[in-house]
Protein backbone atom coordinates (compact mmCIF):
# COMPACT_ATOMS: atom_id res chain seq x y z
CA UNK A 1 0.00 0.00 0.00
CA UNK A 2 1.52 3.32 -1.08
CA UNK A 3 -0.05 6.87 -0.18
CA UNK A 4 1.02 9.64 -2.63
CA UNK A 5 0.82 13.70 -1.92
CA UNK A 6 0.90 16.80 -3.96
CA UNK A 7 -0.08 20.37 -4.41
CA UNK A 8 2.34 21.28 -2.09
CA UNK A 9 4.15 24.59 -2.71
CA UNK A 10 4.32 28.24 -1.78
CA UNK A 11 1.82 30.61 -0.90
CA UNK A 12 1.32 34.10 0.30
CA UNK A 13 -0.54 34.85 3.68
CA UNK A 14 -4.10 34.79 2.80
CA UNK A 15 -3.56 32.22 -0.14
CA UNK A 16 -4.95 29.53 -0.81
CA UNK A 17 -3.54 25.45 -1.37
CA UNK A 18 -5.12 22.68 -2.24
CA UNK A 19 -3.22 18.81 -1.09
CA UNK A 20 -4.15 15.75 -2.12
CA UNK A 21 -3.67 12.20 -1.31
CA UNK A 22 -3.84 9.14 -2.97
CA UNK A 23 -3.77 5.72 -2.10
CA UNK A 24 -2.75 2.80 -4.49
CA UNK A 25 -1.93 -1.16 -4.20
CA UNK A 26 -3.55 -3.90 -2.22
CA UNK A 27 -6.47 -1.91 -1.17
CA UNK A 28 -9.78 -3.54 0.22
CA UNK A 29 -11.32 -0.75 1.77
CA UNK A 30 -10.01 2.36 3.63
CA UNK A 31 -11.28 2.99 6.93
CA UNK A 32 -10.50 6.37 7.56
CA UNK A 33 -7.68 9.02 6.72
CA UNK A 34 -5.96 12.11 8.37
CA UNK A 35 -3.44 14.79 7.67
CA UNK A 36 -0.50 15.30 9.84
CA UNK A 37 1.98 18.39 9.96
CA UNK A 38 5.26 18.96 11.10
CA UNK A 39 6.72 22.14 11.28
CA UNK A 40 11.16 22.48 11.69
CA UNK A 41 11.73 21.88 15.13
CA UNK A 42 8.21 21.02 16.26
CA UNK A 43 6.47 17.54 16.80
CA UNK A 44 3.89 16.16 14.43
CA UNK A 45 0.84 17.06 15.23
CA UNK A 46 -2.92 16.02 13.42
CA UNK A 47 -4.59 19.01 11.33
CA UNK A 48 -7.70 16.96 10.17
CA UNK A 49 -8.83 13.81 9.98
CA UNK A 50 -12.14 12.34 8.55
CA UNK A 51 -13.75 8.82 8.99
CA UNK A 52 -15.26 6.61 6.66
CA UNK A 53 -18.58 7.79 7.11
CA UNK A 54 -17.49 11.12 6.77
CA UNK A 55 -17.39 12.53 9.93
CA UNK A 56 -14.75 15.16 10.28
CA UNK A 57 -12.29 16.21 13.19
CA UNK A 58 -10.13 19.52 13.14
CA UNK A 59 -6.93 21.15 15.17
CA UNK A 60 -8.25 24.36 16.78
CA UNK A 61 -5.69 25.96 14.38
CA UNK A 62 -7.05 25.19 11.48
CA UNK A 63 -10.90 25.27 11.99
CA UNK A 64 -13.14 27.20 10.11
CA UNK A 65 -9.65 27.61 7.59
CA UNK A 66 -9.03 23.61 6.33
CA UNK A 67 -11.13 21.44 4.92
CA UNK A 68 -11.03 17.58 4.46
CA UNK A 69 -12.77 15.45 1.90
CA UNK A 70 -12.07 12.13 0.51
CA UNK A 71 -13.55 10.33 -3.18
CA UNK A 72 -13.34 7.15 -1.82
CA UNK A 73 -14.19 5.23 -5.18
CA UNK A 74 -10.48 6.99 -6.14
CA UNK A 75 -8.97 6.44 -2.94
CA UNK A 76 -8.38 9.62 -2.42
CA UNK A 77 -8.50 12.94 0.17
CA UNK A 78 -8.16 16.23 -0.03
CA UNK A 79 -7.46 19.53 2.04
CA UNK A 80 -8.51 22.42 0.85
CA UNK A 81 -5.65 25.13 2.89
CA UNK A 82 -7.75 29.22 2.88
CA UNK A 83 -6.03 31.84 4.61
CA UNK A 84 -3.15 30.71 4.61
CA UNK A 85 -1.09 31.99 7.47
CA UNK A 86 2.85 32.01 7.99
CA UNK A 87 2.53 29.46 10.99
CA UNK A 88 0.48 27.02 8.54
CA UNK A 89 4.47 25.88 7.38
CA UNK A 90 5.59 22.85 7.49
CA UNK A 91 5.73 19.17 5.59
CA UNK A 92 2.07 17.79 5.44
CA UNK A 93 1.67 14.24 5.73
CA UNK A 94 -1.07 11.48 4.62
CA UNK A 95 -2.02 9.00 7.12
CA UNK A 96 -4.52 6.42 6.54
CA UNK A 97 -5.70 2.94 7.96
CA UNK A 98 -6.49 1.00 4.82
CA UNK A 99 -7.92 -2.43 4.95
CA UNK A 100 -5.62 -4.62 2.46
CA UNK A 101 -7.28 -7.81 0.59
CA UNK A 102 -6.00 -10.05 2.58
CA UNK A 103 -8.46 -7.83 5.32
CA UNK A 104 -5.52 -6.93 7.05
CA UNK A 105 -5.25 -3.73 8.90
CA UNK A 106 -2.27 -1.25 7.40
CA UNK A 107 -1.77 2.03 8.69
CA UNK A 108 0.31 4.15 5.99
CA UNK A 109 1.79 6.70 5.40
CA UNK A 110 2.40 9.10 3.08
CA UNK A 111 6.56 11.08 2.07
CA UNK A 112 5.02 13.91 2.95
CA UNK A 113 4.53 17.51 0.72
CA UNK A 114 5.82 21.01 1.86
CA UNK A 115 4.04 23.95 2.11
CA UNK A 116 5.65 26.89 2.70
CA UNK A 117 3.66 30.21 3.79
CA UNK A 118 5.35 33.68 2.64
CA UNK A 119 5.35 36.92 1.04
Known amino acids: VQLVESGGGLAQPGGSLRLSCTASGNILSIKTMTWYRQAPGKEREMVAH???????IYADSVKGRFTISRNSPDNAMYLQMNSLKPEDTAVYYC??????????????WGRGTQVTVSS
Open 50 to 56: IGSGGST
Open 95 to 108: NADIFDNNSRLQIA
